[in-house]
């Protein structure tokens, strides 16, 4: 299993290999983000790391009392009755155990990952139909990630959380009523004006870099 | 065709973040999947929006869960086979990469086509009723009847390119259509172009003829 921990401890020492981005700088992140939610990012990808490699029940217990309470929530906020919302969270986690293989801690952070998987079934509830998804589909995920690229982005995602608590009320309204489900896709902006540049470059390294050791 | 090839015309944000909210008709949908399988820049585009949604998850209160939710998980686990696994793709692919395969099968040799004139070939793909998809194939040198939209119509070249007046549309590019725009793509000289298209209207014709027919064809 990849251990983060010897990063976590380090006060935010930059990890050197992906200096190559224009990022924001390690004390802006220590500024926004306090330690514990980092900790805590990186906890769930090691969660489900060691899922995919150890059939770790106990991690798995983990993973489900954090998030099947709040993709049950995100589901009842998306228009879902209890009963519907309990069984699609169960479902959701069932598919976290057997998907766990995908993961990849460079490309997403836990929470993402488990996100487009609660909203997919959320999806087929409504549609009862196949339904492209196009994050199974790649070439999975690098067999031994760097563990300075992992953190950065599970930094890199706590901070688009914050960024996306601090905008206007207007605005992080649109963007919290498109994700429940209550506004139809009509009624967003061309332009939605989200500060996603960094975390979009960091992204496309981790592609890059799987395409790399593909060759 | 590589998977890392540049691509020039990218969706707006508008339709990446419906996309990774998860509120497009099922047809936009497919179309968005596609091009991200095809180019990774789409999909690094697209998965900075989904990092939109895991916030927002994390951030949300949490709703009880039944007191055997987990236990009836497990059981669940053991019942459901593990999903396929995919083996690792290669560098090159075919024309339809595979969520377009699900709707339009394997290989465009096996595609049904309908004539709908002047060596124009459509197929129509089975998705909700809030849009429609279809297959597309113009031959070489070929426009398109001229026509403006009453919707949002999305074009995604899969092979060959075609041209507007004022852009050229290769694999992996995506054209974005609306109201305002009254265009006439033609298919470049060097061989047919073959496109995904997803509309959430059927298109307004200028002239009368395809006017008339568009109820038998579906367009």
């Given at each position: 299993m990849l251990d983060l921990?010897?990063?976590?401890?380090?006060?935010?020492?930059?990890?050197?290999?992906s200096s190559k981005l224009p990022v924001t700088s390690d004390r802006i992140l220590?500024?926004?983000?306090?330690?514990?939610?980092?900790?805590?990012?990186?906890?769930w990808a090691n969660c489900i790391i060691s899922v995919s490699t150890k059939k770790d029940e106990e991690a798995f217990s983990n993973l489900f009392s954090h998030f099947a309470p709040r993709i049950k929530s995100f589901l009842m906020k998306s228009g879902a009755d209890a009963t519907t919302a309990e069984e699609c969270a169960q479902d959701t986690m069932v598919t976290v155990?057997?998907?766990?293989y995908l993961f990849d801690p460079t490309r997403a952070a836990a929470s993402t990952w488990i996100f487009t998987i609660a909203r997919n079934?959320?999806?087929?509830?409504?549609?009862?139909?196949?339904?492209?998804?196009?994050?199974?589909?790649?070439?999975?995920?690098?067999?031994?990630p760097d563990a300075s690229d992992v953190i950065m982005m599970q930094q890199e995602t706590t901070l688009l959380a914050e960024a996306v608590k601090n905008l206007p009320l207007k605005q992080r309204s649109i963007v919290e009523r498109a994700f429940y489900a209550d506004l139809s896709h009509q009624e967003i902006a061309e332009e939605t004006g989200l500060p996603l540049g960094t975390i979009k470059?960091?992204?496309?390294?981790a592609l890059q870099r799987l395409r790399h050791n593909m060759k | 065709m590589t998977k890392n090839m540049t691509i020039k015309h990218h969706l707006n944000e508008k339709l990446l973040m419906s996309y990774a909210a998860g509120i497009l008709p099922e047809a936009?949908?497919?179309?968005?999947?596609?091009?991200?399988?095809?180019?990774?820049?789409?999909?690094?585009?697209?998965?900075?929006?989904?990092?939109?949604?895991?916030?927002?998850?994390?951030?949300?209160?949490?709703?009880?869960?039944?007191?055997?939710?987990?236990?009836?998980?497990?059981?669940?686990?053991?019942?459901?086979?593990?999903?396929?696994?995919?083996?690792?793709?290669?560098?090159?692919?075919?024309?339809?990469?595979?969520?377009?395969?699900?709707?339009?099968?394997?290989?465009?040799?096996?595609?049904?086509?309908?004539?709908?004139?002047?060596?124009?070939?459509?197929?129509?793909?089975?998705?909700?009723?809030?849009?429609?998809?279809?297959?597309?194939?113009?031959?070489?040198?070929t426009a398109m009847p001229n026509h403006?939209?009453?919707?949002?119509?999305?074009?995604?070249?899969?092979?060959?390119?075609?041209h507007d007046e004022k852009d050229q549309f290769k694999r992996g590019d995506i054209e974005i259509a609306d109201q305002d725009l009254h265009h006439k793509p033609t298919?470049?000289?060097?061989?047919?172009?073959?496109?995904?298209?997803?509309?959430?209207?059927?298109?307004?014709?200028?002239?009368i003829i395809p006017r008339l027919l568009q109820p038998f064809f579906k367009i």
């Open positions: 921990s010897e990063y976590i401890n380090q006060d935010f020492e930059v990890p050197k290999r220590a500024k926004v983000m306090s330690k514990d939610k980092i900790n805590s990012t990186n906890h155990w057997h998907k766990a079934k959320r999806i087929d509830l409504a549609r009862r139909n196949n339904r492209p998804e196009p994050e199974d589909l790649p070439w999975g995920s690098d067999p031994e470059s960091r992204i496309r390294l | 936009f949908n497919l179309v968005v999947a596609t091009q991200m399988s095809i180019s990774d820049e789409a999909r690094a585009r697209l998965a900075s929006f989904e990092a939109i949604g895991g916030g927002i998850l994390e951030d949300t209160n949490k709703e009880q869960m039944s007191p055997t939710a987990f236990q009836d998980v497990l059981q669940k686990i053991k019942k459901t086979k593990p999903v396929k696994k995919y083996s690792a793709p290669t560098m090159v692919e075919g024309v339809f990469p595979e969520p377009l395969k699900k709707y339009a099968g394997d290989e465009l040799e096996t595609v049904k086509w309908k004539s709908i004139g002047r060596g124009v070939k459509q197929a129509i793909l089975k998705t909700d009723n809030k849009a429609s998809a279809r297959l597309l194939y113009i031959p070489a040198g403006s939209h009453n919707g949002l119509e999305m074009t995604l070249v899969l092979k060959g390119s075609f298919a470049s000289d060097d061989g047919p172009c073959i496109c995904l298209v997803a509309s959430d209207a059927s298109l307004k014709f200028k002239s």
